[in-house]
């Protein structure tokens, strides 16, 4: 069996891995590319720090009241079509932030409302994408895959920032037919999004036994593996759609899900306002952008394996949240440029590290719908913090004309996340069992 094994992991990973890195790629871009965009679009705009850090975080607020609904219906429409229609539209929302100034003359408004509404509708479009994909994967892969493979799949975020970071600082010096190159940004990194959510409608399978791709024996192996998983976890305990929602341990994972974003998003954000106050040009700053992230793939990668090798979770994700509010923390004390990079560099490793780490937590109690609707609401919830992050750092920016608040701030809901990670009641022996199922069949 072991061969079979072998055979149906290797096939589902080359053929979904690859193409759900590529999907989340441009997800990510699409969702932080308005970092770069606004080392000119402010000015042109005449927005505050403030105000930048108000409409960043309003896609977290339609983010979260959309989420779990479009999770329920992307099991009952079926990720593939529910995963290129999020794309696609999210795709032509995000274009329409290059013009701003067009829609707010046309609909008598100023600047900040549309870019708010832009902001609130890209955020309803893109509810369910991430929190749809991690339940996607559980339909593939047993337990004792999960960690590696949701860490292969968030590459995509570290890859995102490393390639797409100095592209978008070049975009900015491009002009052409009337636009400006935070204009342009906008509308060359949204089309990718549109194109690759055609294309999902035509690669994506739903469930094993739907796959062509898939010799029978290797199906049987994978459907057999998930439905001894899914009854052990229901011998122990079978959450109801409302108990998922309201069970404590849902919430503790929000809450540490919530920590870990407000940290990752209040740097996000203004990292290029960081990097760019260095007193370098916009491509040397779409650059150096990008070197956080190269450590933060490698140890998200290293990290993660480890987790996996010795099926311990909790106290990963603490160490990695340490990591990340060390890092933070000093980076807003020290004002040396290299040891300030040095410092984000090391504080993305911790951030990057704690999401494949802490996703098999959850699942390693949530079956079914209560799975779906369960990894949403901890996304959802958790994601609220993308608004209350990029917000609070641009007020206190404004208000104290620097960014060491701010960031000493993020570096405290890090500390938070890693000491409520420790608490959770977790049972450790059921994801071991449940690795050792994956491995025995």
Not at 40 to 46: V, Y
Not at 132 to 142: S, V
Not at 177 to 190: D, M, N
Not at 381 to 387: E, H, P, R, V
Request: hydrophobic share 55%.
């Amino acid at each position: 069996m072991e061969d079979v094994e072998r055979r149906a992991i290797g096939k589902v990973m080359r053929r979904l891995i690859p193409f759900l890195i590529l999907c989340y790629f441009v997800a990510y871009l699409d969702r932080v590319n308005v970092s770069f965009a606004k080392l000119h679009m402010n000015q042109a705009l005449g927005f505050s720090e403030a105000a930048f850090g108000l409409g960043a975080g309003l896609f977290f607020i339609a983010y979260f009241l959309f989420e779990v609904p479009s999770n329920i219906f992307l099991e009952r429409v079926g990720a593939r079509v529910w995963i290129a229609r999020i794309m696609i539209s999210w795709g032509i929302v995000s274009a329409a932030f290059a013009f701003i100034p067009s829609i707010a003359g046309a609909t008598g408004t100023s600047n900040e409302v549309v870019f708010y509404t832009l902001r609130l509708l890209l955020g309803a479009c893109e509810a369910g994408f991430f929190p749809g994909i991690i339940f996607y994967l559980t339909l593939w892969f047993p337990a004792v895959y999960r960690a590696r493979v949701v860490s292969f799949f968030m590459l995509a975020i570290p890859i995102s920032s490393i390639v797409g970071s100095p592209i978008s600082g070049m975009l900015l010096n491009f002009t052409g037919w009337g636009l400006a190159g935070w204009q342009w940004l906008f509308i060359l990194e949204a089309l990718p999004s549109v194109l690759v959510g055609l294309c999902v409608l035509f690669y994506l399978t739903d469930f094993p036994r739907q796959a062509r791709w898939l010799q029978d024996d290797e199906i049987a192996w994978l459907e057999n593996v998930q439905a001894t998983e899914k009854r052990n976890k229901e011998k122990v305990e079978h959450l109801s759609l409302f108990q998922a929602l309201t069970d404590a341990r849902i919430l503790f994972c929000a809450l540490v899900y919530f920590c870990l974003n407000a940290a990752s998003y209040g740097v996000a954000f203004f990292l290029p306002t960081i990097i760019k106050n260095f007193g370098v040009s916009d491509t040397q700053t779409g650059l150096l952008a990008a070197l956080p992230f190269i450590f933060g793939g490698i140890g998200m990668v290293l990290l993660g394996r480890h987790s996996d090798r010795t099926m311990e979770r909790k106290g990963h994700v603490a160490l990695a949240l340490l990591m990340a509010a060390i890092g933070i923390g000093l980076s807003g004390l020290i004002s040396n440029p290299i040891i300030v990079m040095a410092l984000l560099c090391f504080a993305q490793i911790g951030v990057s590290s704690v999401p494949p780490m802490f996703w098999p937590l959850p699942a390693s109690f949530l079956t079914g719908a209560s799975a779906a609707a369960g990894i949403a609401a901890i996304n959802s919830l958790g994601n609220l913090s993308g608004f209350a992050g990029p917000f609070a750092m641009g007020y206190l920016k404004d208000l104290t004309g620097d960014f060491t608040v701010g960031l000493l701030l993020l570096a405290g809901c890090a500390v938070l996340g890693a000491a409520v990670v420790l608490t959770l009641r977790i049972d450790a022996k059921r994801e071991q069992s449940s690795g050792e199922v994956a491995l025995a069949h």
